[in-house]
């Protein structure tokens, strides 16, 4: 009898599986003069304030750990560029300072909570990995690898609930990739169609280890799939290719048809934290990329078709160094926080 239905079992033919809608294919971003200007000042200023973070971390004013977004600034510029400031949230892992320029958000603060400093926009208690803007929609900054992508579940669930028609875009790193709660978060979003974008910063190192070696499926943006979460892979080295795949996964999460799951293949140029001398790959590596992929360089090219001329972005450049210098020279200007702010701020249960 239990080879009958065995034999009955394996002779039905399996469920067919519905068609998955999916987003369109996305296009590369046409923007004119002024919008490229725009985005080439910001991904410049990240580089800068990056560049100056480091040195103020050499000197030793930045203390604890330090992770640099230098190379991967196009991924920030890119997305959030496309994202309504006044309903949209962001939340991201530890190395989280381009995120935050790229919203907006003042360098002075930015940088003033580096350096541990009370007029710091966490005032001196967040630090480098730390950093938080409730008034930006800017949730952080956080240290533990992967549990930004739960809270970010969390913040669309909030969009969704009180219909406020924000989505919530949930950075990560091809590393967290591989952590559990990820896909927990995955299943949640898409059963109840939250909107959500999960961001892979694919640069292809989790800390010091390479992607290929440290993921069974390598291509990110098919992590989604078991869950019916569409996937999209994007050069995250170009800023408007970027911007382009931005509109398309706003326009789909913002609709209602849940989340999406965003590939950014990008590079970082400097190692994984300051701590980190990056001996697991060659100079030369580092050096290919920037020479061919530079997000900075490309956009500059595409600003040079426009009839822009090398010596209006030299001087964008001065003007930027003059601000990421006035943001250090403010950081080391303002004094540390009062002992007593150590007892602020802090939530204590009570039973």
């Not at 080439?40 to 560049?51: A, H, K, N, S, T």
């Not at 970027?242 to 326009?251: N, S």
Request: neutral net charge; glycine residues 10%; proline residues 4%.
């Amino acid at each position: 009898m239990a080879r009958a239905a065995a034999k009955r079992a394996s002779a039905s033919p399996a469920p067919a599986t519905p068609n998955r809608e999916r987003p369109p294919e996305p296009k590369r971003f046409k923007a004119d003069k002024a919008t490229l200007l725009e985005f080439y000042r910001q991904m410049l200023l990240i580089r800068r304030f990056e560049e100056r973070a480091g040195q103020l971390y050499g000197l030793g004013l930045i203390g604890g750990f330090c992770h640099l977004y230098i190379g991967q600034e196009a991924v920030a510029v890119g997305l959030q560029s496309a994202l309504n400031s006044e309903t949209d949230s962001v939340i991201t892992g530890y190395r989280d300072h381009g995120h935050m320029l790229a919203y907006g958000i003042d360098p002075n603060v930015i940088m003033a909570e580096l350096t541990g400093r009370q007029a710091g926009i966490s005032k001196g208690k967040g630090g480098s990995m730390h950093m938080f803007s409730v008034e930006h929609k800017f949730y952080g900054g956080h240290g533990i690898v992967g549990a930004q992508v739960s809270l970010g579940a969390g913040l669309a669930f909030k969009h969704k609930y009180s219909g406020d028609g924000g989505v919530c875009m949930a950075y990560f790193g091809d590393g967290a990739a591989n952590q559990g709660q990820v896909y927990e978060s995955f299943n949640m979003a898409e059963l109840w169609k939250l909107p959500i974008i999960f961001v892979i910063e694919n640069n292809q190192y989790a800390m010091g280890t390479s992607v290929n070696r440290a993921s069974a499926e390598d291509q990110l943006y098919k992590r989604g799939e078991s869950f019916r979460i569409p996937g999209m892979q994007v050069d995250g080295m170009d800023v408007l290719a970027v911007r382009g795949a931005a509109e398309t996964a706003v326009e789909w999460v913002r609709s209602g048809k849940g989340p999406v799951l965003m590939e950014l293949k990008t590079y970082r140029y400097r190692g994984h934290s300051m701590s980190d001398p990056a001996k697991y790959r060659s100079r030369e590596e580092v050096q290919a990329v920037r020479d061919k992929s530079d997000p900075i360089e490309a956009a500059k090219r595409e600003l040079e078709k426009l009839g822009v001329k090398e010596d209006e972005l030299k001087a964008m450049d001065k003007d930027i160094r003059a601000i990421v210098a006035e943001s250090a020279d403010f950081a080391e200007q303002s004094p540390e926080p009062d002992p007593s702010e150590l007892y602020t701020d802090v939530l204590v249960g009570s039973y």
